[in-house]
């Protein structure tokens, strides 16, 4: 068995070898992928296909070797195209695919602005993508992100695709900035979870081979415009983490590794905290399954990753498990107990953060949440407070929130904001302003948080 199976391989790679380009393969093999139906059950951009009961082709990037092998032998759903087909017919197809697939990531086509308006749209998801990106292409992505915060208070539809819009947002605002990433990165706002961050890191990715990813990777968040804060470079290298899963089809010990390989310590977990939060977004945010998740062990792969990567795989975990228990935050917390002893505070500020998250940044709410952490409640309002100030840009709303948690959390609910407006600024000095709405019985919190 095992020899047939190696012939058959090695026969796969021999007749890679002479399919050569000479007679133009891709012209005839897309006439095949027409004429055999393949755009009846797949989707393959460069087909205009969208077939849905095979997988999505652009974004599986089969090999040459799969291709030859499914179209020959068919199965599992598929018919096998040996009678229909020639081996020359089988070649074309394949190099087809593989030619027009192998450079895709998500965002290979770059932003095309038209002239639809948000008044245009009604209730239209796609529409709105259209729109939001056409103003940050005209306008800049400040003006776009600004209205995008504006409509999510109003609009259910803005509101919950909020993430990928703010990702189209990303797309546009990088051919604004005429496709400078470090630009783009220094103009956006954290407005719905970073998606703007991400869609520009999207970008900058796209078509780059695997061999030059790492050093693109090292040189994206250097530069004067993204050292200017703390929170700019977070944003980038963060951003990054999740570029990153996204242009790897969610291989994450890839880009862990690249991750690994960034400048300063900071920055590669902070680049980690990127690919987890990716590797745990709900299904449908997913640009290719992940195999980095367990059904029984929700704490995977934070249970067995390296320890240098537990850090942001457990501030982010929680994003993992509430989705499975349908955000019963009460079977969230009993998940949180269950982690590694020394990682249980943790799991709860991602706790925090959820519930943060999960009321829409409304302060009483996240601590009534926190509640359910028990013994773990400060670590969750810590959770809490950083990313109502990381999310607002600013300590107003964490303040109210701080406020209202129990008197015992308080002064480490204030200390959470320093963490986070202390990267708003350059400079003790500055730092120190940003601590200035803090109650003044809290200030000293904040300024240890900023580190002043
Ligand atoms: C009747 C629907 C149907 C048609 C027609 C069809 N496919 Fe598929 N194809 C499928 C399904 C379903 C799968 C998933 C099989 C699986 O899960 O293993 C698949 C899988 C594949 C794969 C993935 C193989 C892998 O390694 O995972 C490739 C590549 C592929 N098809 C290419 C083609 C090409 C090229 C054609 C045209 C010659 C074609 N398919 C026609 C349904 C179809």
Redesign the pocket.
């Known amino acids: 068995m095992r020899k047939t199976a190696l012939a058959l391989l090695t026969a796969a790679v021999l007749v890679a070898g002479c399919g050569g380009g000479k007679t133009a393969p891709d012209a005839s093999g897309a006439k095949?992928?027409a004429s055999?139906?393949?755009g009846?059950?797949?989707t393959l951009s460069a087909a205009k296909s969208k077939?849905q009961?095979?997988?999505d082709?652009d974004q599986?990037r089969?090999n040459y070797g799969?291709?030859v092998?499914?179209?020959s032998t068919g199965?599992?759903?598929?018919?096998s195209?040996s009678g229909k087909?020639n081996k020359g017919q089988?070649r074309d197809?394949?190099n087809y695919?593989v030619d027009s697939t192998k450079n895709n990531s998500v965002a290979l086509t770059a932003f095309q602005p038209n002239h639809e308006k948000l008044s245009d749209c009604h209730s239209d998801y796609d529409c709105y993508k259209q729109a939001f990106g056409n103003i940050a292409y005209y306008d800049g992505p400040e003006t776009a992100l600004a209205r995008l915060a504006t409509y999510m208070k109003t609009n259910e539809e803005v509101n919950t695709g909020c993430h990928q819009i703010a990702h189209s947002i990303g797309h546009a605002g990088y051919a604004h900035f005429h496709d400078s990433a470090a630009l783009a990165l220094a103009h956006g706002s954290m407005t719905c979870w970073s998606g703007y961050y991400h869609g520009v890191v999207e970008r900058a990715f796209a078509g780059v081979p695997r061999s030059k990813v790492a050093s693109l990777a090292r040189k994206m968040c250097t530069g004067s415009e993204i050292n200017k804060t703390y929170f700019l470079l977070y944003q980038c290298v963060h951003g990054l983490g999740h570029g990153l899963m996204i242009y790897s089809l969610n291989d994450l010990p890839y880009s862990l590794k690249v991750c690994n390989q960034l400048a300063t310590a900071w920055d590669r977990t902070s680049c980690t905290g990127g690919v987890f939060m990716q590797n745990f977004l709900p299904g449908p945010m997913q640009i290719a399954p992940t195999k980095w998740l367990s059904k029984k062990d929700l704490l995977y792969p934070c249970d067995k990753v390296a320890a240098g990567d537990k850090l942001y795989c457990y501030l982010m975990v929680t994003s993992r498990v509430l989705p499975v228990v349908h955000y019963d935050f009460r079977k969230a917390a009993a998940w949180c107990r269950k982690a590694e002893r020394s990682w249980v505070a943790t799991c709860f500020q991602s706790f925090g953060r959820d519930a943060s998250g999960y009321s829409v940044q409304n302060p009483r709410k996240i601590v009534q949440l926190c509640k359910l952490a028990g013994s773990m409640e400060r670590e969750c309002i810590y959770g809490g407070s950083r990313d109502l100030t990381s999310n607002d840009a600013g300590p107003a709303r964490a303040i109210r929130m701080c406020l209202l948690a129990p008197a015992a959390t308080r002064s480490y609910c204030f200390y959470g904001i320093g963490t986070i407006v202390g990267g708003f600024a350059n400079g003790s000095g500055a730092r120190r302003a940003k601590c200035s709405p803090v109650p003044s019985a809290y200030r000293r919190d904040c300024y240890r948080g900023a580190a002043v």
């Open positions: 095949v992928f055999a139906g393949c009846g059950c797949h077939g009961t095979g997988p082709l599986l089969p799969a291709v092998r499914q179209v199965g599992a759903g598929m018919p195209f087909l089988i197809v394949a695919v």
